[in-house]
Nanobody
Framework: EVQLVESGGGLVQPGGSLRLSCAAS????????MTWYRQAPGKERELVAA????????NYADSVKGRFTISRDNTKNTVYLQMNSLKPEDTAVYYC???????????WGQGTQVTVSS
């Protein structure tokens, strides 16, 4: 079956760094755009970063530009999110999502908790 498994979350101090990973299986990874979303308590899920199927095109939320970097390795079926200069407002559950435009499909991972606190 389709699986997206996030890892790398945890507790970090403000200004620290974390690297999230999302390992994919059960579908043709290289044909899908990959995205990272996050959801804080009481808030809607929001797009953080996206990367095209080839890995050449990227897009970021304004709130994370210059601090976060999305990347992918199609030989390993894995997408990454490098998070630097973390702030308390980055605290959320981070989710990996695979998306195709046609046919229109989307697969979600289970999420990994990131907590930024002193």
């Amino acid at each position: 079956e389709v699986q997206l498994v996030e890892s790398g979350g945890g507790l970090v101090q403000p200004g620290g760094s974390l690297r999230l990973s999302c390992a994919a299986s059960g579908f043709t990874f290289s044909r899908y755009d990959m995205t990272w979303y996050r959801q804080a308590p009481g808030k809607e899920r929001e797009l953080v970063a996206a990367i095209s199927s080839s890995g050449r095109g990227t897009n970021y939320a304004d709130s994370v530009k210059g601090r976060f970097t999305i990347s992918r390795d199609n030989t390993k079926n894995t997408v990454y999110l490098q998070m630097n200069s973390l702030k308390p407002e980055d605290t959320a559950v981070y989710y990996c999502k695979a998306e195709s435009r046609w046919p229109q499909l989307g697969y979600w991972g289970q999420g990994t908790q990131v907590t930024v606190s002193s």
